[in-house]
């Protein structure tokens, strides 16, 4: 053992339940899925059982067994989960999704879950004079197209999924168009003095918004 192992050691991941925290080691270890499950639990009415009710054990086995299905699918060692990050695992709004799956009355054969891939970056910068910039620059599902440009090493996007294929439908695909985006930059003002940046880099799952106050305006 050196320095410089000790030295990359990580930081906890974690997940509140009540009135606690729940500090787990992060991907390659499996505490993780302790974290989802809780979150399951919390879009549960778990709360409304005791803790030796069949009810409640019906309900954490359930939690558990969503909670495995993704842990076995997509967790790995933190370096090499591409794909599939441990933030898309945690997402509130995914795993309430994964708590709708939960039948009160049965057990059942869950499979893995579908949590938000992406490569989209999100910057906003300003400055006192009041010049603000809200840049949003995204590969898109799975990482873009998988398509890489020779040479370059440049991923090509596939935001083209944002067309239909219905005819007459205004967002039909056609040449020379762009089709539907889900990324949102923009700007708040203060009656004509900038205010902020921002951006909003998905219109599914967890938002996560990024702002940057204008050092020039006093909020």
Do not use: W
Request: charged share 20%; with cysteine.
């Amino acid at each position: 053992m050196t320095v410089e192992d000790l030295a990359g050691y990580t930081r906890t991941i974690s997940k509140k339940f009540g009135d606690v925290d729940l500090h787990e080691i992060p991907p390659n270890g499996q505490g993780i899925a302790a974290l989802m499950a809780l979150e399951i639990l919390e879009n549960t009415n778990i709360r409304d059982h005791g803790p030796d009710d069949l009810a409640a054990v019906h309900l954490q086995m359930e939690a558990i067994k969503l909670a495995y299905r993704d842990l076995h699918a997509f967790v790995a060692e933190r370096k090499y989960m591409t794909g599939v990050s441990e933030e898309a695992l945690l997402d509130p709004e995914y795993l309430k999704s994964r708590a709708a799956l939960i039948d009160p009355n049965k057990a059942q054969d869950f499979g893995p879950g579908a949590p938000k891939q992406g490569g989209t970056v999100l910057m906003t910068v300003a400055d006192a004079s009041g010049m603000m910039v809200s840049f949003i620059q995204s590969n898109y599902m799975g990482f873009g197209s998988g398509v890489v440009v020779p040479d370059f090493g440049i991923s090509l996007q596939n935001r083209g999924v944002g067309f239909t294929t219905e005819e007459r439908h205004s967002n039909c695909v056609a040449g020379g168009k762009r089709p539907f985006h889900t990324i949102i930059p923009g700007f708040v003002m203060k009656g004509d003095q900038p205010l902020m940046a921002y951006g909003m880099m998905a219109a599914r799952s967890r938002r996560r918004d990024t702002c940057a106050p204008s050092s020039g305006i006093r909020t």
